[in-house]
């Protein structure tokens, strides 16, 4: 038995989810914590790597022993966990829910795709409560730059080689995704969101999809380039890359419903 965790985080102090030589990264946090809840070291399995600066409200990991010690072994009821992670995590890290999955699962090979949102600020002064939370961009978008937003989200949309949305010097090779959907929607004090579902992605494609989008919003791209700019498979042809502050991990598919535990 594995124990699956849904994690929320505030990925602003950390160099991203996966260990790494130089930097805090959140699996060394949650493989500390783990140790401390269960006593014994345990293997923490991560859905996705995700980037330095990049939030999560719904972040998959497996648990398990690194040492065979039963099926039995986790003596905690799973509709506790987040309870007894709570004091062994920092105040940015949450463990929000848990299930029990069989041996065999893997959070990230058994994904059968994820959904991202992007958050830009373009409220009309400074919010600091969105600071290091969304992507302050200072130049007004119109009503007719929100609307060319949302007509250029959804050329977005189909199987593609998304060559052009992703970061030059990657070393991918296969660069073919299914974006399920993609869509921008704004709140009246000045939020927009860019949602975007797919099958997997590539090295900072949700940022670039970002940065293409609000290059769209002010008359720097055109809305009906984008698929020319996806047939071409031009990075330098897409848009900027938009800093990591506004990107959150919001959702994980796979392809039987989990059934989360979060007792009161």
Not at 20 to 48: E, H, M, W, Y
Not at 111 to 127: F, H, L, R, T
Not at 185 to 214: P, Q, S
Not at 231 to 252: H, I, M, N
Request: some cysteine; hydrophobic content about 35%.
């Amino acid at each position: 038995m594995k124990l699956l965790l849904k994690i929320t985080y505030i990925g602003t102090d950390y160099s991203g989810f996966q260990c790494q030589k130089n930097g805090r990264a959140i699996q060394n946090i949650l493989t500390d914590a783990a140790q401390k809840v269960f006593g014994f070291p345990c293997n923490v399995t991560g859905c996705s790597r995700t980037d330095a600066g990049v939030h999560a409200t719904c972040f998959c990991a497996t648990v398990s022993p690194k040492e065979d010690r039963g099926e039995d072994w986790c003596s905690i009821p799973v509709g506790k966990l987040h309870k007894a992670f709570s004091p062994c995590l920092p105040w940015d890290i949450a463990v929000v829910a848990a299930a029990e999955m069989p041996d065999s699962f893997h959070p990230r090979y058994d994904s059968k795709g994820k959904e991202y949102k992007y958050k830009i600020w373009n409220g009309s002064a400074d919010d600091p409560f969105t600071v290091n939370r969304a992507y302050r961009f200072r130049r007004k978008i119109t009503h007719e730059g929100f609307r060319q937003m949302q007509m250029a989200a959804e050329k977005l949309v189909g199987i593609n080689d998304y060559s052009a949305f992703m970061a030059s010097g990657s070393k991918i090779e296969d660069a073919v995704r299914t974006v399920y959907y993609a869509n921008v929607e704004k709140t009246e004090d000045g939020m927009i969101t860019f949602t975007v579902a797919a099958n997997g992605f590539l090295y900072n494609m949700v940022r670039i999809m970002a940065g293409t989008l609000l290059e769209c919003a002010v008359g720097k791209l055109k809305t009906e380039d984008i698929p020319a700019i996806i047939q071409g498979k031009d990075r330098s042809k897409a848009g900027f890359t938009a800093p990591p502050e506004g990107l959150y991990l919001s959702r994980v598919f796979y392809e039987n419903e989990i059934d989360w535990k979060c007792d009161q």
